[in-house]
């Protein structure tokens, strides 16, 4: 049947398949919920079809039933008033009635048939929204933490380069205290020897002692003199 043909494929989705190709997996999870309800609103209206063409074929059916129970009546209705050429025509249209009966029957076996498929398919498909809805928010918690991990990768992948970064800060700061140490090296080469004559002539250019000190020490080695 062309119904069942035009939804089979809805009963065989996969969030999966359709998260592999979305670049916005939360955005995607909302349209797709979106897209089922619309195709389950369509598959309600198709399933209430299939259930009606279901008891239209079987009224039909029980129709013709009822049709051939009044005809075997009306056969035996005739025989009792001694009519039995008109018994035999009631009889006939029974076996008319009859041929009708299989068909219809036939029909109304398709028609029900058709009608358990649609409601099976009808109660996959609620089935299946209220599931994903159940995990929606689950889903999305989980590519939450997937971007901020995604986030803090790239933050540690910086935080190596400037590390990278410090270390090239020392080493020139070790360069320029080296080219410092150089150039002072330098100037005291550049300096040239000292003249030590100059020292020698301060230490004579001291000032000697106070004369009352002299005349003291004087006084004492001459007291010495007297006492030997």
């Not at 939360?26 to 089922?36: A, F, G, S, V």
């Not at 689950?138 to 190596?160: C, D, H």
């Not at 004559?197 to 001459?222: C, F, R």
């Amino acid at each position: 049947m062309s119904i069942l043909a035009r939804f089979k494929d809805i009963m065989s989705s996969n969030i999966h398949a359709l998260l592999d190709k979305a670049e916005d997996p939360e955005k995607m999870i909302d349209q797709y919920l979106r897209n089922l309800d619309k195709d389950l609103r369509k598959v309600k209206s198709e399933t209430a079809t299939v259930m009606a063409e279901e008891q239209r074929a079987k009224r039909q059916w029980q129709e013709c039933l009822a049709d051939m129970e009044k005809m075997e009546q009306y056969a035996m209705k005739a025989l009792e008033a001694g009519n039995e050429g008109d018994a035999r025509k009631f009889l006939e249209r029974k076996a008319l009635l009859a041929e009708k009966s299989t068909e219809l029957e036939n029909a109304y076996q398709l028609a029900a048939s058709n009608a358990l498929q649609m409601r099976q398919m009808h109660d996959k498909l609620v089935s299946d929204i209220k599931a994903l809805e159940s995990r929606r928010n689950m889903i999305k918690a989980k590519w939450s933490v997937a971007k901020t991990q995604e986030r803090l990768n790239k933050l540690g992948a910086q935080t190596a380069a400037s590390g990278s970064s410090i270390s090239a800060f020392k080493r020139m700061e070790e360069k320029v205290d080296q080219a410092l140490d150089k150039a002072n090296a330098m100037a005291e080469l550049n300096k040239g020897p000292e003249d030590d004559l100059d020292d020698l002539m301060k230490k004579y250019d001291t000032p000697s002692s106070s004369p009352g000190v002299e005349a003291e020490l004087a006084a004492l080695k001459e007291k010495l003199n007297k006492k030997d």
